[in-house]
């Protein structure tokens, strides 16, 4: 299996950007499509992005489209969400998850694995 770690959250204002980090460590990181999701409170855990094994092919939320860009680095071992013109609504917990299903889907119940999350602020 594989374990995987969040990092770069924090605090932003509003119209600024954040990179998060998911580092994966255990199995080959090669071999899994990976996502991005968060959780606000009281709201259903939802997929803004996902990314097939190569990179080559990627999805997105149309609530980010345009703003956030997702992509990984499998001689790093690491994903990456690079999230700009931040709004209050992006406010939530970001997770990172892999799926074995190798494609870049945005369901997440297809995924096996996740990390903890990083809490990502946006403030007015």
């Known amino acids: 299996q594989v374990q995987l770690e969040e990092s770069g959250g924090g605090l932003v204002q509003v119209g600024g950007s954040l990179r998060l980090s998911c580092a994966a460590s255990?199995?080959?990181?090669?071999?899994?499509?990976m996502g991005w999701f968060r959780q606000a409170p009281g709201k259903e855990r939802e997929c803004v992005a996902a990314?097939?094994?190569?990179?080559?092919?990627?999805s997105y939320a149309d609530s980010v489209k345009g703003r956030f860009t997702i992509s990984r680095d499998n001689a790093k071992n690491t994903m990456y969400l690079q999230m700009n013109g931040l709004k209050p609504e992006d406010t939530a917990v970001y997770y990172c998850a892999a799926t074995n299903g190798g494609f870049a889907t945005m369901y997440p119940y297809l995924y096996d694995y996740w990390g903890q999350g990083t809490q990502v602020t946006v403030s007015s």
């Open positions: 255990g199995r080959t990181f090669s071999r899994y499509a």
């Open positions: 990314i097939s094994k190569s990179g080559g092919a990627t």
